[in-house]
């Protein structure tokens, strides 16, 4: 039998000896406290499982023990990713406004095509980092 088989053993007979000693006043209650119990590690099993077969690269999280394949670095979503695409949105309303009201279309056109291009840039630029960087990290705070 597995540990966790003998562990709900334990728990049902304690839980029957609990019955015994009680009364049928508290069945109700020893009931609901056992399949509580059962509950618990039956979403904890489940988790495991799902983390299991999704593992890190969708997103769901490592499971103990997965490593991922060989060479795998999950993709880390910190300031750099997110940041400037917002910070840039934000900006390009009052720098719309102004380019719009000093030079028209063509101010505007320029002033969104660097908005884009500095994005486009960046993005291309994280991708190249990650492949270059995928196999060997830089240090120890990398990992």
Do not use: H
């Amino acid at each position: 039998m597995d540990t966790r088989q003998d562990d709900l053993r334990r728990d049902l007979d304690a839980s029957m000896q609990a019955r015994k000693e009680l009364g049928k006043e508290y069945e109700s209650e020893l009931v609901d406290s056992f399949l509580s119990r059962l509950d618990a590690r039956l979403d904890a099993r489940v988790e495991r499982r799902v983390a299991d077969r999704l593992g890190p690269a969708d997103g769901y999280g490592p499971a103990e023990g997965y490593g991922g394949p060989p060479g795998y670095r999950p993709r880390r979503f910190g300031r750099s990713t997110t940041r400037l695409p917002i910070v840039s949105l934000v900006l390009g309303i009052p720098l719309s406004g102004i380019a719009g009201g000093s030079a028209g279309f063509w101010g505007l056109l320029v002033c969104w095509g660097g908005i884009v291009g500095v994005n486009v840039s960046s993005a291309l630029a994280e991708r190249v980092q990650e492949q270059r960087g995928a196999s060997t990290p830089k240090s120890d705070w990398d990992r």
